[in-house]
């Protein structure tokens, strides 16, 4: 089992910036990635970012240059900086893990909300 809880969530204008982090618990061994989801309401949820454990990282095309995931050594904590923020990443953010053993992990979510 792996738990995961978002934080760093919040109301920001558009062009400020926002750090998300999701701190892992539990059977945290052999987590191969971790990545940031969004969902605004209507919509499907979507892949924000996502970083493999051997650092490799992926980005939506409409976030790429803005974002930036990182996590830290011990693979506990992985963090989601968002800058240049735009009112179309107004969105619930979630944190997901995929255990090579225990399958897939979502956190409860954070709101982001982007002013114009």
């Known amino acids: 089992q792996v738990q995961l809880v978002e934080s760093g969530g919040g109301l920001v204008q558009a062009g400020g910036s926002l750090r998300l982090s999701c701190a892992a618990s539990?059977?945290?061994?052999?987590?191969?990635?971790m990545g940031w989801y969004r969902q605004a309401p209507g919509k499907q949820r979507e892949l924000v970012a996502d970083?493999?454990?051997?650092?490799?990282?992926n980005y939506a095309d409409s976030v790429k240059g803005r974002f930036t995931i990182s996590r830290d050594n011990a693979k506990k904590t992985v963090y989601l900086q968002m800058n240049s923020l735009k009112p179309e990443d107004t969105a619930v953010y979630y944190c997901?893990?995929?255990?090579?053993?225990?399958?897939?992990?979502w956190g409860q979510g954070t709101q982001v909300t982007v002013s114009s």
């Open positions: 970083i493999t454990n051997g650092g490799s990282t």
């Open positions: 539990g059977s945290i061994f052999n987590i191969y990635r």
């Open positions: 997901n893990c995929v255990h090579s053993y225990s399958g897939q992990y």
